[in-house]
């Protein structure tokens, strides 16, 4: 075998993740060799605007999560479009599908996650995609530009990314509908309340939603195109192409039996470290710390895939740090109907109590347990979620102004002067001089 | 780097540091024109939270470690490496507002008809941020830390 190169600092996966990790290894050593290798042959590009591209034709450079020089100012290697095909953890090796070894020091795992595709009758069709990267966009649009006439979709799947790509394929012209298997659509993400208010919006912008039920089949046209699914209860809707939406799993492959401690995703400690030595993960693939429920969970988010990444870059780089945790929480905006929500969303059972308010669009909503906020769903009046997000991370004990948290009039100055002060005090530090100078009362400066 | 600040002792929420805020990010810098005729009308980027006789101004404190540039799922949000100020870029801005729901201050304003994140930007151009410059009261004070 040749001598293989030897990398310092090795990340598969050119996402949230790996991009958190080098930008973080980087703000600590300017120089050790780090290459970041990824299947997908593009600059790291933000994974949710795939819909815009799709819907608006917004241009890969547009979808940049990083200015084009990124790679080359921070001396970055790229191996993009090229896959590790496998990895030998004890010689600290891979193998990419190109026929090249590298040699690593450290490794990250950045892996992500992919599509859900159930072994359903029909899925290999023409005309059956998935929603996850800028080439699934690409291969839709091409679809759609090749189609005469009206086109009919059938979407599998009611969450996040089933209703990204409705809403993308509504605007492109094309009729949507969805399955979803569970009661409400975007289930994991969404309480039933919340839920029904972007169900309404999709109703109104034509969606027809389909739920309790799953797709069995997918029907074929003579021509081996797709012409219609099948539901289990023998119904079936005509349509010209499916969007298989159910979920993404983390892409674990790579680990399969090598040693590598798995659960659901990687299992990963505080500092995003693997039961490998050198080895960490974070993203999609990782099952890293909740801070919601105590215990380690995957939580696939954009958030928390960089902040993960982050940690695990400086932990490789030789510092000292820890994932605060993260929880699933996430932002819509489909269809003009703004919806916050983090943590649970509905309680597990009545031990829970949960502080609401409603009317008129609006939808505050929080769930307490022992005094600490455990969830949140904020729909049409989004302002002041980050004010309970952080009370949830920090946990705090809201016993005692719990109310106030669902209130119109909800601020910081509902919060008791501890925490206000807390967060808006002026840091007691030598050096800070007022421009221009006036003088503070005493309290203002002290640190309680 | 300089940041804003409130002494709550003499924050009497008047609200004056909204209207000086909205003013500064309005089109027009006409006061009248601002507020009556554009549309969409300006919007401040910086909120006075007030209950019983509590008030206080908050808006962006630019925090090290960010949460929000953490978690921009576009990159739009950015620190800029020189005036460690954190900015958006209001074209990469999609109005997801990932970045609300991390904030602790909710210092976040979101612009839901244009769809994009508006904060405080320290009023760029001016010696000191005109919500400081107008405070009737001194409470805002603008701090070298
Ligand atoms: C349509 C859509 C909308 C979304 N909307 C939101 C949203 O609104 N908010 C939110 O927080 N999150 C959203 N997400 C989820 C978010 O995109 C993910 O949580 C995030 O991308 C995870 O980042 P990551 O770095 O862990 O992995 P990924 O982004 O999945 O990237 C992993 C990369 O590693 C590459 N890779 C994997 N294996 C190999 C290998 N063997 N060799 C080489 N390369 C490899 C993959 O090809 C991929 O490029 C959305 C996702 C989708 C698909």
């Known amino acids: 075998m040749a001598r293989a190169e030897k990398i310092k600092y090795l990340i598969i996966g050119n996402s949230a993740g790996g991009i958190g990790a080098a930008e973080a290894i980087r703000g600590v050593d300017k120089a050790g060799t780090l290459t970041i290798v990824s299947d997908e042959p593009y600059p790291a590009y933000s994974r949710p605007l795939i819909s815009e591209h799709l819907s608006e034709g917004r241009p890969l450079e547009k979808i940049l999560y990083r200015p084009a020089d990124f790679y080359d100012k921070n001396k970055i290697k790229t191996l993009f479009g090229d896959k590790v095909a496998q990895i030998n953890f004890s010689e600290r090796t891979l193998e990419l599908e190109s026929g090249r070894t590298i040699a690593w020091q450290k490794l990250l795992l950045a892996t992500g996650g992919s599509p859900i595709v159930p072994g359903m009758e029909g899925k290999d069709l023409k005309g059956v995609f998935t929603f996850t990267t800028l080439d699934d966009a690409k291969a839709i649009d091409k679809f759609l530009k090749q189609r005469q006439g009206k086109i009919k979709a059938v979407v599998?799947?009611?969450?996040?990314?089933?209703?990204?790509?409705?809403?993308?394929?509504?605007?492109?012209?094309?009729?949507?509908?969805?399955?979803?298997?569970?009661?409400?659509?975007?289930?994991?993400?969404?309480?039933?309340?919340?839920?029904?208010?972007?169900?309404?919006?999709?109703?109104?912008?034509?969606?027809?939603?389909?739920?309790?039920?799953?797709?069995?089949?997918?029907?074929?046209?003579?021509?081996?195109?797709?012409?219609?699914?099948?539901?289990?209860?023998?119904?079936?809707?005509?349509?010209?192409?499916?969007?298989?939406?159910?979920?993404?799993?983390?892409?674990?492959d790579l680990v399969a039996g090598n040693g590598v401690k798995t659960n659901r995703g990687i299992i990963v400690d505080r500092r995003m470290a693997t039961s490998v030595p050198g080895v960490y993960a974070c993203g999609d693939v990782a099952e890293a710390y909740d801070f919601v429920y105590g215990e380690n969970r995957v939580t696939p988010v954009w958030p928390n895939a960089y902040t993960g990444g982050r940690?695990?870059?400086?932990?490789?780089?030789?510092?000292?740090?820890?994932?605060?945790?993260?929880?699933?929480?996430?932002?819509?905006?489909?269809?003009?109907?703004?919806?916050l929500s983090a943590g649970m969303v509905t309680p597990p059972d009545d031990s829970y109590e949960v502080i609401s308010q409603r009317g008129d669009g609006i939808y505050r909503k929080v769930i307490i347990k022992g005094g600490e906020i455990l969830g949140m769903v904020f729909a049409g009046d989004i302002e002041k979620a980050g004010i309970i997000y952080n009370l949830m991370k920090d946990g705090v004990n809201v016993a005692a102004f719990k109310e106030a948290l669902v209130a119109d009039d909800f601020g910081l100055a509902s919060l008791p002067e501890k925490i206000w002060r807390a967060r808006l005090e002026i840091p007691a530090s030598e050096e800070a001089s007022i421009v221009p100078p006036v003088e503070l009362p005493e309290e203002a400066v002290i640190d309680e | 780097m300089r940041k804003v600040y409130v002494r709550e002792e003499v924050c009497i929420g008047c609200r004056l540091c909204e209207v000086y805020c909205q003013l500064k990010h309005a089109r027009s810098k006409d006061l009248v024109k601002a507020f009556k005729r554009e549309s969409p009308p300006p919007l401040a980027r910086i909120r006075v939270d007030e209950k019983g006789v509590v008030s206080l101004s908050v808006r962006c404190q630019q925090c090290d470690d960010a949460p929000c540039v953490q978690a921009c799922l576009t990159g739009a949000l950015e620190r800029n490496p020189e005036s460690r100020l954190v900015n958006v870029d209001e074209d990469r801005c999609i109005g997801c507002w990932t970045c609300l729901l991390v904030c602790p201050l909710a210092a976040i304003k979101p612009d839901t008809e244009q769809k994009r994140a508006l904060k405080c930007d320290l009023c760029q151009g001016e010696e000191i941020p005109v919500c400081v410059a107008n405070c009737p009261n001194e409470a805002l004070v603008y701090v070298e830390v």
């Open chain 1, 156 to 252: 599998i799947g009611g969450g996040l990314i089933g209703v990204s790509a409705t809403e993308a394929l509504l605007k492109r012209g094309v009729e949507v509908s969805i399955v979803e298997m569970k009661d409400w659509i975007l289930n994991t993400i969404l309480d039933e309340e919340a839920a029904a208010l972007e169900a309404v919006a999709l109703s109104g912008a034509g969606v027809d939603i389909i739920t309790g039920h799953t797709v069995a089949r997918i029907n074929s046209s003579l021509l081996g195109e797709v012409n219609g699914i099948s539901l289990d209860d023998g119904r079936s809707i005509p349509c010209d192409m499916v969007v298989v939406a159910i979920g993404v799993t983390p892409r674990l």
């Open chain 1, 311 to 339: 940690v695990a870059g400086l932990n490789i780089a030789g510092k000292k740090a820890e994932y605060g945790g993260g929880t699933a929480m996430n932002a819509l905006k489909y269809f003009g109907v703004n919806i």
